[in-house]
């Protein structure tokens, strides 16, 4: 929080100072997919330090959004690997305003310009600031300069699929801006 000191002339003693509560917060991202139903202290670990989770589909099992939800806020969609149980619970697509950014959280969505043709036309229609799907096990950040929208997959943080490095992404979100991104390597898979 930033506290702004303002002097307001006063009738008794020449200045009253007064202060003005500046609300204006940065929220810290865990971005995270393809857990394919494996979750360890590795993980948690990072959890612990966002403010919220988001999570790109492929889920393996409600255990693992559990575990998270225990510790932080948790937004996320369901992949191709998820049963019914967890689409009950999860949407194929997320999308919503964090701070002042537009974000758009799918499964598989491609990436620039190979976006998925199941999102192509409402992603050119209206497209998100921030844009991030899973699915490739392949980890990516790419500005889009056409549609002026950042898109981010984490790769896969799970033990099952063709990666060799776990990974996962945090970043921060200020206002409207996304900032500070590191790539978290949890080890070979």
Partial sequence: MVY?????????SGRTHIFKL?????????LLSDTHSHIDDAILKYVRQADEVWH????????????????????GVHGN???HVIQNEFPLHQRFVCEDVGVWITHIGGYPPKYNSKVLKEIKADPPKLFISGHSHILKVIWDKQLGL????????GK?????????????????DIKDLEVI????R
């Fill in 56 to 75: 790109a589909g492929d889920i393996g099992n409600l255990k693992v959004t559990d575990a998270i939800e225990t510790l932080k806020p948790l937004r």
């Fill in 150 to 157: 950042l898109h981010m997959n984490p790769g896969a943080c």
């Fill in 81 to 83: 690997i998820d049963d």
């Fill in 4 to 12: 702004q000191r303002y002097f307001v002339p006063s009738k008794n």
């Fill in 22 to 30: 500046n609300l204006s917060f940065m929220t810290k991202i865990l």
């Fill in 160 to 176: 099952h699929g063709l990666h060799q490095v776990r990974t996962m992404l945090r970043f921060v979100i200020d206002g409207k």
């Fill in 185 to 188: 390597e949890l080890g070979k």
